[in-house]
């Protein structure tokens, strides 16, 4: 299987970019929080950062929280804002 036909047991074709097999898992976790954060963005900005916070408090494994959490603590790097504020949320 070539790195172009690897979709990382999500399906065929979801993840098959070079881009998502070359980063790291916090950069993973770093696209997943701005995909999500995006899908909700078309709504009213308290709900979509409710949105968001809830759909990685209740579908993310508690270590992917734990390390969004550390990863937003460290600075955030490369977080939209509305993710930044959802992973905030998150602690409280």
Do not use: C, Y
Request: glycine share 8%; charged share 30%; proline share 3%.
């Amino acid at each position: 299987m070539s790195p172009m036909e690897h979709t990382h047991g999500h399906g065929e074709g979801m993840f098959d970019d070079e881009e998502h097999i070359a980063t790291s898992s916090d950069e993973r976790l770093v696209i997943m929080a701005n995909q999500i954060s995006r899908f909700f963005g078309a709504q009213k900005h308290d709900a979509a950062v409710e949105g968001t916070r809830n759909h990685i408090a209740k579908f993310w494994d508690p270590r992917m929280r734990e390390r969004i959490r550390m990863h937003l603590a460290d600075g955030g790097a490369g977080l939209d804002p509305l993710a930044k504020e959802a992973i905030a949320a998150l602690t409280r």
